[in-house]
């Protein structure tokens, strides 16, 4: 989801800026304070360059534009693509300039909007006038770096004071304080070194969070509410999807919108958790028994927000603009574990979706293209202990053995006469094979590991149409290669949700279910994903 953009008020004084001249050169120039370029030093970060010379033209300290860039972005230049939230400008650049703040940054320093949004040193230069702005109405003393702290909140446009702080204290400053150090083998400087004394001259919270009022909230979580307008108390429908969002904004400004009531915030959008980039705090804005505003589309037939927990991630979902972190990746993972152990949801990529999953064409890049689904469902699993699929024992075999925990489940890829498609809706995961009847042995075999005997479920998944078998072989074997049964299913109908196999008596290791093209010729057979319950 989605920061607000753009400028708001702090404060009366914050709201009546007016578009002020940059001061320290002549406009347009990189380096007007003395003419001579700002040259980067040897492993420097390949942006240093751009920060020391727009700190230099515009007075403002190139390491505050180091740590505002990597608050907002992690210094990536993001494209400013589609948004997460309706009504909210896309952010871009290095700096995540968006809207109003755009416009008059690019208007500050003699750029046009398009230069801020695609070239990086126009961007970071639009950001240091911003700020320089700030500083001339502000009247602080530009060589106390702690001093710039109102200057900073103002460009972090957040809506409430206790965003404000966290923004200025926890994010930038503590940037400023404990230093950034350079990727691990990147053969770079550290980005910033560490600098104790950059103390911030800002308020700190106007109100601690209370405790979270209900066991139906993760308890490493931060309580902090979202106003009634922007939630439905209660559910229509019991907690049956876990839905995974990437903010387009960092994290203080993700949960300062979806905690911003109607009508600053108009679509009175939430959601349940914001994990930020580090992993290292979780905010929890929405019970879980009440139904946040975070999917506007329906999921398999069913409105998605009643049936749903979600969780927004604070960074950008566009390729290549958010590098998930270890520490993002492990604390949402353990966030999605104890939401699938509370509400028994099935661990499979039909009930653990992302946003675009439900909305492709307005959302979809959400949670992003770089998100690792196959990491992040192993990590649930194995938290939970019980295999791929639902609850504790459960375990789904998907077509598409990305999708599948290696441990337990895996698709033996079947022969060449087995095409994968994804041309009829309403698959499982990302597409199924397909292959015509035919007399002859080349089965499509999804094998499941149990480490001891046991009585299990068997349950199938496919898509449905007129060409496809009424008699489409299931054959079940133990780990011993005993075969336990055949059942024929009608996969013109049926598609696009579970539908029960039978029950068997498996052996301990790995047992195996095979989608058979043996029966009647003139038909075409499925094999989209297999669950084993």
Same mark, same amino acid.
């Given at each position: 989801?989605?920061?607000?953009?753009?400028?708001?008020?702090?404060?009366?004084?914050?709201?009546?800026?007016?578009? %002020?001249?940059?001061?320290?050169?002549?406009?347009?120039?990189?380096?007007?304070?003395?003419?001579?370029?700002?040259?980067?030093?040897?492993?420097?970060?390949?942006?240093?360059?751009?920060?020391?010379?727009?700190?230099?033209?515009?007075?403002?300290?190139?390491?505050?534009?180091?740590?505002?860039?990597?608050?907002?972005?992690? %210094?990536?230049?993001?494209?400013?693509?589609?948004?997460?939230?309706?009504?909210?400008?896309?952010?871009?650049?290095?700096?995540?300039?968006?809207?109003?703040?755009?416009?008059?940054?690019?208007?500050?320093?003699?750029?046009?909007?398009?230069?801020?949004?695609?070239?990086? %040193?126009?961007?970071?230069?639009?950001?240091?006038?911003?700020?320089?702005? /700030?500083?001339?109405?502000?009247?602080?003393?530009?060589?106390?770096?702690?001093?710039?702290?109102?200057?900073?909140?103002?460009?972090?446009?957040?809506?409430?004071?206790?965003?404000?702080?966290?923004?200025?204290?926890?994010?930038?400053?503590?940037?400023?304080?404990?230093?950034?150090?350079?990727?691990?083998?990147?053969?770079?400087?550290?980005?910033?070194?560490?600098?104790?004394?950059?103390?911030?001259?800002?308020?700190?919270?106007?109100?601690?969070?209370?405790?979270?009022?209900?066991?139906?909230?993760?308890?490493?979580?931060?309580?902090?509410?979202?106003?009634?307008?922007?939630?439905?108390?209660?559910?229509?429908?019991?907690?049956?999807?876990?839905?995974?969002?990437?903010?387009?904004?960092?994290?203080?400004?993700?949960?300062?919108?979806?905690?911003?009531?109607?009508?600053?915030?108009?679509?009175?959008?939430?959601?349940? /958790?914001?994990?930020?980039?580090?992993?290292?705090?979780?905010?929890?804005?929405?019970?879980?028994?009440?139904?946040a505003h975070h999917v506007g589309k329906s999921w398999q037939g069913y409105p998605t927000n009643p049936r749903s927990v979600g969780?927004?991630?604070?960074?950008?979902?566009?390729?290549?603009?958010?590098?998930?972190?270890?520490?993002?990746?492990?604390?949402?993972?353990?966030?999605?574990?104890?939401?699938?152990?509370?509400?028994?949801?099935?661990?499979?990529?039909?009930?653990?979706?992302?946003?675009?999953?439900?909305?492709?064409?307005?959302?979809?890049?959400?949670?992003?293209?770089?998100?690792?689904?196959?990491?992040?469902?192993?990590?649930?699993n194995t938290c939970v202990s019980g295999g791929g699929g639902g609850g504790a024992g459960t375990i789904t075999i998907d077509s598409?053995?990305?999708?599948?925990?290696?441990?337990?489940?895996?698709?033996?890829?079947?022969?060449?006469?087995?095409?994968?498609?994804?041309?009829?809706?309403?698959?499982?995961?990302?597409?199924?094979?397909?292959?015509?009847?035919?007399?002859?042995?080349?089965?499509?075999?999804?094998?499941?590991?149990?480490?001891?005997?046991?009585?299990?479920?068997?349950?199938?998944?496919?898509?449905?149409?007129?060409?496809?078998?009424?008699?489409?072989?299931?054959?079940?074997?133990?780990?011993?290669?005993?075969? %336990?049964?055949?059942?024929?299913?009608?996969?013109?109908?049926?598609?696009?949700?579970?539908?029960?196999?039978?029950?068997?008596?498996?052996?301990?290791?790995?047992?195996?279910?095979?989608?058979?093209?043996?029966?009647?010729?003139?038909?075409?057979?499925?094999?989209?994903?297999?669950?084993?319950?």
């Amino acid at each position: 989801m989605k920061r607000l953009f753009g400028i708001l008020a702090l404060a009366p004084a914050l709201s009546a800026l007016l578009l %002020l001249p940059g001061c320290g050169g002549e406009e347009g120039s990189p380096n007007a304070n003395d003419g001579e370029p700002v040259v980067a030093q040897p492993g420097s970060h390949p942006f240093q360059q751009h920060f020391d010379a727009a700190g230099k033209e515009f007075g403002v300290p190139p390491a505050l534009l180091v740590a505002i860039g990597y608050t907002e972005t992690r %210094l990536y230049h993001v494209p400013g693509e589609n948004s997460e939230h309706d009504g909210i400008a896309p952010a871009f650049g290095v700096m995540a300039l968006r809207g109003e703040a755009l416009e008059r940054g690019a208007q500050l320093a003699g750029l046009s909007v398009e230069e801020v949004e695609t070239d990086t %040193l126009a961007n970071i230069r639009a950001a240091a006038a911003l700020l320089d702005a /700030y500083a001339d109405e502000m009247g602080f003393d530009r060589d106390n770096l702690g001093a710039w702290a109102p200057a900073v909140a103002a460009y972090g446009g957040h809506t409430s004071i206790d965003a404000q702080a966290h923004y200025v204290h926890d994010e930038v400053y503590r940037l400023l304080q404990e230093g950034i150090a350079a990727p691990e083998d990147s053969g770079q400087l550290d980005l910033l070194e560490p600098n104790p004394e950059a103390s911030p001259v800002f308020p700190g919270y106007a109100a601690q969070t209370g405790p979270a009022p209900s066991d139906a909230i993760y308890a490493g979580a931060v309580w902090r509410p979202a106003p009634s307008s922007n939630y439905t108390a209660g559910r229509s429908y019991g907690v049956e999807l876990l839905v995974v969002h990437t903010c387009a904004g960092s994290y203080s400004s993700c949960w300062n919108w979806l905690t911003t009531p109607y009508p600053t915030n108009p679509y009175q959008t939430s959601a349940h /958790y914001v994990v930020n980039e580090s992993g290292s705090e979780i905010s929890a804005l929405v019970d879980e028994k009440n139904t946040a505003h975070h999917v506007g589309k329906s999921w398999q037939g069913y409105p998605t927000n009643p049936r749903s927990v979600g969780i927004e991630h604070g960074g950008y979902p566009y390729a290549g603009a958010n590098k998930w972190t270890e520490g993002q990746i492990a604390a949402s993972a353990k966030l999605a574990c104890d939401i699938v152990k509370r509400h028994n949801l099935v661990r499979d990529r039909n009930h653990i979706i992302g946003h675009y999953q439900p909305d492709p064409v307005n959302r979809p890049n959400d949670p992003g293209t770089d998100f690792p689904w196959s990491d992040y469902m192993n990590r649930i699993n194995t938290c939970v202990s019980g295999g791929g699929g639902g609850g504790a024992g459960t375990i789904t075999i998907d077509s598409n053995n990305a999708n599948n925990n290696a441990a337990n489940a895996r698709m033996v890829a079947p022969s060449a006469n087995w095409v994968s498609s994804t041309n009829v809706a309403g698959y499982y995961g990302t597409g199924y094979w397909v292959a015509p009847t035919e007399a002859i042995s080349d089965g499509a075999n999804f094998e499941f590991y149990l480490p001891a005997a046991a009585s299990k479920q068997i349950w199938a998944w496919w898509t449905s149409a007129a060409d496809r078998s009424t008699t489409t072989p299931f054959v079940i074997f133990d780990a011993n290669g005993t075969k %336990l049964g055949t059942v024929s299913k009608n996969q013109q109908v049926g598609g696009g949700a579970w539908q029960s196999i039978g029950t068997f008596n498996f052996t301990a290791g790995w047992n195996k279910v095979t989608v058979s093209r043996w029966t009647a010729a003139g038909y075409q057979v499925v094999a989209d994903a297999i669950q084993v319950r």
